[in-house]
Nanobody
């Protein structure tokens, strides 16, 4: 049975840092990433990393502040979030995909991810 288990969310003040973790069990994937959904808004792409080669794709809104990384041995992906802002408040979802893509447009689409975590809440107070 495939599972994605997230951890690391919480309540922090603006400017603080958090690190999210997502551990996959049951199989390995070709890519793992993060999406987020703010209250009353649609879910949006944050970042993804390819398991082979380690290429990274990130949304412009988080570049320079968020860093995605992986630990292949632990089948775990991390999202280091620095300089957090109130607008980063959202439920963050881990996602894993079995296929491949050709570009950012492809990697940022939800339909390219086959499994999803339950979500972890990140709240940034201003």
């Amino acid at each position: 049975q495939v599972q994605l288990v997230e951890s690391g969310g919480g309540l922090v003040q603006a400017g603080a840092s958090l690190r999210l973790s997502c551990t996959a069990s049951g199989r390995t994937f070709s890519l793992m990433g993060w999406f987020r959904q703010a209250p009353g808004k649609e879910r949006k792409f944050v970042a993804t990393i390819l398991w082979s080669g380690g290429s990274i794709y990130s949304a412009d809104s988080v570049k320079g502040r968020f860093t995605i990384s992986r630990d292949n041995a632990k089948n775990t992906v991390y999202l280091q979030m620095n300089s957090l802002k109130a607008e980063d408040t959202a439920v963050y979802y881990c996602a894993a995909g079995l296929g491949t893509c050709s570009d950012y447009e492809c990697y940022s689409r939800e339909y390219n991810y086959d499994y999803w975590g339950q979500g972890t809440q990140v709240t940034v107070s201003s």
